[in-house]
């Protein structure tokens, strides 16, 4: 009975995924999670964070459409209704993964799980055998070593979505993805927000266009950039810049400036594990036979979306069929407001790659639905990186409304290594924000 | 000084679009417009419904937010304002194509064209004579000829367009997509609505599953299928079905029952003209040389974005570039509430085309960016039709929020002829209603 071909450890979207798509073929499945189905993704991370950004433009929408048409008074945002349909949206897909785990036969264990051996795991108390292991353990937030860091109004993204008060003032350590999209939430609905970064620029996946243009467009957001935190002080963050150092009122700290893999040990039985993560290949493979580590914990791409991807690789690696891992073609997206998402190659990375680069940037504000929905003012931009010499597209990079839901088409595009020909052959609906990328490419 | 490379009559998305592309070629060219640049689509068609459907949208959701955090009192549509923000988009677009028309050195005349031979046209009591001839004169609102289709208060999408006053009750006589759009904003508004078609169901191009969800959640809106109007007496509408007459009330009508193409007599000198439109091959000849007809003129894809392709192809063939249309990965949207989308064949045409067919679907609302935004109730759907013997995917069918600008994924895939397996490969982002094509398609 304790006897598996695949155990999985973790239930996040690369280890539910993993368990279905094995179960689905066939497999005896396990998989173990210590905390909720869904891990990090749906419990603290995209999906309650989509869904109170999404409340928060509401909010936003129901203040400002008097240019539409449409006026209200006494607008008012319920942190605790936002935070109950949060939660609602939560446990809808937590039930939706316990189904799909029904479904594919997959057997669930919520404990925390110990891993005896490549082939033994001990989860609440017994024992467990497979032939296959999989690591879907995910990552933590880092908590960098700042005098007060463990204050208890310094929160992480888990801390920070079970707030039930709004702070007069939020300061944000770390501008990646996540303290940009938190940002974005809390000024929306006027919250007095700074991000410190000790970088350069914001969020280091996006084109430097679009960072500037993104961080322009959160204009109640105090952004200090290459400034380093000294230290919390109750309700002042000290930071230093160009070696003067200032302090921010803050009676809320959000600490985003990264994440750290959950490697669980492995180490001691043998697993090779580097600083960034469980070392894989394509195949999703560490070094010791019939373990394999996908998502966060394996460092590669930090990403729900490349989870899942890796999920099916190693699950169709196990059962015998040929995949490989690919990151040329893994999109991203941002859910501030404006949103922002990219696929591909910025210009510097190409550049960097030796690439004879060319590229094509253009205004959404020419895009006849982009005008008739979000007026003459608001921001939105496209940029192409393409190969001069071959005419494949290398990179999309789109900043603005709908972003989000258009950028898949530059993985399929990406994936399949579509030249610009190609592209400007395929006919585009009309009127959709989506034509900004033949309109751009249309003059390459 | 008269004799031009090229020159276009109309200056819808057809004909701009051709001017703009024959002009960055170098060639001499003249667009000869009757009324407003843009045509029908930026004027009286795509953009002023999209910017109205848009404001409609807007002021559902400052009504109905509650669930996500927002609440709002005196929630007031403002006609005049959404009207001015629709024409103000509207300028802006005219204004856009001017520049356009500038910038690629095309002349414009804003005058009534006559072609007096296939190589002369006269405007504006000049005559201009050319080595191509590009028809692009569009399509017109067809009035049937039902006793009362002339009474003031029947209008057509141009009428109804430039109305000061909300009616109490508007009757549409045709379902079609303009029909059902314009059914959808004004319901939205809060006008009793009220849609007859003679057909046994709306909106021709859509999937049968489709059809009938949109009509029930388009659930304030009174739909009369199998229905034939009989007359319009004052502000009553009759309608005959099964044998009974029905009376309706209507301070305003709307007849939009389908469109004429604008063939000018062209017949006159020789050009062949089918009741559907002007008869064209692949490469939007006509018989005559060097006359070619695109856009709504020819009847062959009534879409804005069909002509603007025609356009291209047009004008490569007159520069002596390979290149033909194709409709098979045609997109189309709706933008109703909910917004519908399709590319490619419904299950039933593939079915008529010997396809050995596979279908598979799925609800939107387990998606979890779906179910943030929308919540758990919103309608919500896909549905992919894929040739069981190739694994190509020959349709995809979409219902619901953001279903306008994910549908051009589609026409990538069906332009280049991906299979189910190549799709399963390609990662989209998470989280994202996008993919729902992916999911949606893994049980395949």
Redesign the interface.
Known sequence: MNKYDLIVIGAG?GGYIAAERAGHEGLKVLIIEKENLGGV??NWG??PT??LL??SK??K??LH??????????????????????Q??ID??RK?IAYLMKMNKVDVIMAEAEVIAADTVLADGKTYSCDNLIIATGSTAFVPPIPGADLPHVLDNKGILAVDKLPGNLVIIGGGVIGVEFASFFSNIGVKVSVVEMMDEIIPLMDADFTKALRKNLSKVDFHLKARVTKIDGTKVYFEKDGVETALDADMVLMSVGRRPITMGLEKIGVDVAPQGIRVDEQMKTNLPGVYAIGDVNGKSL????A??MA?VAVNTILGKQ?CM?YA?????VYTDPEA?GCGLTEKDAKEQGYNVKTASSQMR?N??F???M??KAPGMCKLVVDDDSGEILGVHLLGS?S??????A???L??E?RVQ??????????????I?KDTLWGL
Chains 1, 2 share one sequence.
């Open positions: 979207p993704c749906t995209c999906i989509k869904s999404n409340s509401l909010y929408k129901a459409s008097e240019e539409f048409g449409v006026s209200a008074e006494n607008v008012v945002f319920s942190l605790e209704k936002a935070m109950a349909h949060k609602d949206t809808t897909l939706g990403l729900a979306h490349s899942s991807r099916e995949d690919r073609a893994v999109p991203w997206a998402a020419a006849g639905r005008l008739a929905e007026g003459k709908y989000s839901e258009i950028i898949h088409s993985a399929v595009m994936e399949m579509l190609d592209v400007k052959e395929i006919i585009f609906p009309h009127p959709s924000i989506s034509e990328i």
